[in-house]
């Protein structure tokens, strides 16, 4: 089974850039990888996902200012965020499959 370990999460001004990585143990080729966020007391939601062709797709509330992309030889997917708002404060978990990353804490200051 593989596993999945995300990073670069951090504490950032709005307006501000971060890159989330996740990083998998095994290939992660021919695989979808999805992204997902969860802030205190709210349930986990959809963030984007890059298909196993490589195609991305993102929810609403991010479009046109993340960006997903992947490396098949470090087997790692990048999640590029830019013009970060407070309300994108959140643990940021990967997902490829069937499982989770252990997450990344995601902090916008206003």
């Known amino acids: 089974q593989v596993q999945l370990v995300e990073s670069g999460g951090g504490l950032v001004q709005a307006g501000g850039s971060l890159r989330l990585s996740c990083a998998a143990s095994?290939?992660?080729?021919?695989?979808?990888t999805d992204w997902y966020r969860q802030a205190p007391g709210k349930q986990r939601v959809f963030v984007a996902e890059i298909s196993s062709g490589g195609i991305p797709t993102y929810a609403d509330f991010v479009k046109g200012r993340f960006t997903l992309s992947r490396d098949n030889a470090k087997n790692t997917v990048y999640l590029q965020m830019n013009s970060l708002k407070p309300e994108d404060s959140a643990v940021y978990y990967c997902r490829t499959q069937g499982t989770w990353g252990q997450g990344t804490q995601v902090t916008v200051s206003s």
């Open positions: 095994g290939s992660i080729f021919g695989f979808s």
